[in-house]
């Protein structure tokens, strides 16, 4: 092997850390470059989706996720207003998937048990304090140029991996257009600690809210529960987190009749964005670096796996078996098209029903979930949807 390693991953997150793994269990060299001085405490992705999870039963990691997370069987529709809509339950799916049920768990434990996992792999390694400063590569190498506690270093590769997120540094080195755009409003979560099913009866441990300006999408976590919500346009950092405010919002959703211990917030800006290309010679992108979208339904880190363990296939088949490097290419035919037909189409989709005006229209939208109820057929159709079966599936089917 003329090169240092054969595959760099650049971003320890859990795209990172997962693709790693997979390709240290296939005897394939990985050398992953962290940018931070350990694993991020990221918390907020907490859903992982039916195939998401049948896909990390074959690496054994399923079952940790269950241990340390909330099995969730059913996702309701409600609305601020009118309560209760429609609720569904992932049983009916079940000749679909071994796991007919989401699992809540925070992101940064699946990282650290594929890094963990990982560890036992002598060739296999994470470096810590890493930013990469930049990517060059040639017809038979890539290499990664990034620095150091001790000064700037460079590693060569047979192939690269951006997985370091939204504003990837391998995706502009690389000068990857990112086309999309930005939500005007700003996205709050806030994380609260007090049962909110005790204290509201009936609140599912994941629900969809609806309401023209102040929906909300709730999710229950071991720990937690998650309420995501967007502010006012104009309103500021400080305003969104004052007691009050903050408070009324939390009490809309569940009244609680006094303040709520909210153990973790944060606010930020939300993108729809794509790639232009998910490959440029030897060096390739996955996960936030390759697409973002919007929170409501839990599909960005679930697509991001789907990318890494897609691409690690074809990159064992490519490094152990000899297969041509087309393989790279219809990497990109299969996961791109589906971020934008399906994970972007499907999130944008799912954020215009939330906050949906037209009081004739939600009641539309109202009166279609409950009919579906009544439906198994298209009750089975719409969870192949939303649980993202639907889109592996098309993945897998494109040449």
């Not at 992932?90 to 594929?114: M, N, W």
Request: aromatic share 8%.
């Amino acid at each position: 092997m003329s090169n240092q390693v054969q595959v760099i991953i650049v971003g320890a997150g859990p795209v990172g850390c997962v693709t790693g793994l997979i390709l240290a269990r296939a005897g394939i060299s990985v050398l992953i470059l962290e940018s931070e001085p350990s694993l991020v405490l990221d918390l907020r992705a907490s859903t992982f989706h039916p195939p998401t999870l049948d896909m990390l039963d074959e690496l054994n990691i399923t079952e940790k996720l269950i241990a340390q997370g909330l099995v969730t069987p059913t996702i309701q529709y409600r609305d601020v207003d009118d309560g209760l809509i429609a609720e569904f339950d992932h049983a009916i799916i079940s000749d679909h998937t071994a796991h007919p049920y989401r699992v809540q768990c925070e992101q940064f434990k699946l990282a650290g048990f594929a890094a963990d996992m990982m560890a036992e792999f002598s060739d296999a390694e994470i470096r810590f304090d890493c930013p990469v400063a930049g990517v060059t590569q040639d017809g038979d190498s890539v290499t990664v140029h990034f620095d150091t506690p001790d000064g700037p270093e460079e590693v060569s590769a047979d192939y690269m991996i951006g997985c370091d997120g939204s504003r990837s540094a391998v995706r502009k080195s690389l000068s990857i257009g990112f086309e999309g755009f930005t939500y005007p409003e700003k996205f709050v979560t806030a994380s609260a600690i007090e049962p909110v099913d005790e204290i509201y009866p009936g609140m599912g441990h994941v629900a969809y809210i609806s309401h023209p300006t102040e929906w909300c999408v709730l999710i229950h976590a071991p720990e937690f529960w998650r309420f995501l919500y967007p502010i006012p346009l104009d309103m500021t950092y400080e305003e969104a987190f004052e007691r009050e405010y903050l408070q009324y919002r939390l009490n809309r959703i569940a009244p609680y009749g006094k303040d709520y211990t909210v153990d973790h917030r944060t606010i930020y800006s939300v993108n729809q964005r794509v790639a232009e290309t998910y490959r440029k010679g030897r060096a390739l992108l996955a996960g936030d670096a390759a697409h973002v979208n919007n929170p409501v339904g839990g599909m960005g880190l679930n697509g991001g796996l789907h990318d890494g363990i897609n691409l690690a296939e074809k990159l064992i088949a490519i490094l152990n078996a000899g297969a041509a490097e087309g393989l790279l290419d219809q990497y990109d035919r299969q996961r791109r098209p589906i971020a934008i037909e399906y994970v972007q189409a499907q999130s944008i989709r799912n954020k215009k029903t939330l906050e949906e005006t037209d009081p004739l229209v939600r009641k539309q939208r109202q009166d279609e979930l409950r009919s579906l109820m009544d439906d198994k057929e298209k009750s089975i159709e719409l969870l192949l949807q939303t649980s993202m079966i639907n889109g592996v599936r098309k993945s897998l089917s494109l040449e």
